[in-house]
T-cell receptor, first 113, second 114 residues
Framework: QKEVEQDPGPLSVPEGAIVSLNCTYS??????FMWYRQYSRKGPELLMY????GNKEDGRFTAQVDKSSKYISLFIRDSQPSDSATYLC?????????????FGQGTILTVHP | GEEVAQTPKHLVRGEGQKAKLYCAPI?????VFWYQQVLKNEFKFLIS????????ETGMPKERFSAKCLPNSPCSLEIQATKLEDSAVYFC????????????FGEGSRLTVL
């Protein structure tokens, strides 16, 4: 079993739709949770970061963490064609594991006009 | 600089040849990381540095892989005697102390081993 499971998609939605992306993880040592976005032939860029259970909102993006269920989600409201990318969930245990991220497989999202 | 700069963008090597990749982190960032992305979306942590010191090398295949971050020089990742399975995109990232999940990635170096 992978430490982090993410549905690879691909996911195709019309412009303006609400998108829900999900990850589950098995290692309870993970304390920090991130969502990265990766455009084709580019490096990942950090979208959202959280270290506690609950919701965190930033513009059209909401990250949700449920540590008891080991489940994290990213919601994108009013999706735009420019949101078309691969979305990677990532986790880190912190401390001596600083910066050592465990990534999910990534979900390929296409938002069509 | 304001972004992580990786060179070369693409490198082709025959099996058994050496490959060397370079990374200039964002100025002021004290941590540097190398990740390997195989099969499009499988990221694997290789090694991290705090300034010029190895911080975590638990992901490095030590037999053929080595890495350095020397003062006043770009960081480097070197693969001796490349194998077909080393074909991947190698990403360098840098970070400043504080947020253990906030890494700034370069655009990657694509290594193709023939």
């Amino acid at each position: 079993q992978k430490e982090v499971e993410q549905d690879p998609g691909p996911l195709s939605v019309p412009e303006g739709a609400i998108v829900s992306l999900n990850c589950t993880y098995s290692n309870s040592a993970f304390q920090y949770f991130m969502w990265y976005r990766q455009y084709s032939r580019k490096g990942p860029e950090l979208l959202m970061y959280t270290y506690s259970s609950g919701n965190k909102e930033d513009g059209r993006f909401t990250a949700q963490v449920d540590k008891s269920s080991k489940y994290i989600s990213l919601f994108i409201r009013d999706s735009q064609p420019s949101d078309s990318a691969t979305y990677l969930c990532a986790r880190n245990a912190g401390g001596t594991s600083y910066g050592k991220l465990t990534f999910g497989q990534g979900t390929i999202l296409t938002v069509h006009p | 600089g304001e972004e992580v700069a990786q060179t070369p963008k693409h490198l082709v090597r025959g099996e058994g040849q050496k490959a060397k990749l370079y990374c200039a982190p964002i100025k002021g960032h004290s941590y540097v990381f190398w990740y390997q992305q195989v099969l499009k979306n499988e990221f694997k942590f290789l090694i991290s540095f705090q300034n010029e010191n190895v911080f975590d090398e638990t992901g490095m295949p030590k037999e053929r892989f080595s890495a350095k971050c020397l003062p006043n020089s770009p960081c480097s990742l070197e693969i001796q005697a490349t194998k077909l399975e080393d074909s991947a995109v190698y990403f360098c990232a840098s970070s400043h102390t504080g947020n253990p999940g906030e890494l700034f990635f370069g655009e990657g170096s694509r290594l193709t081993v023939l």
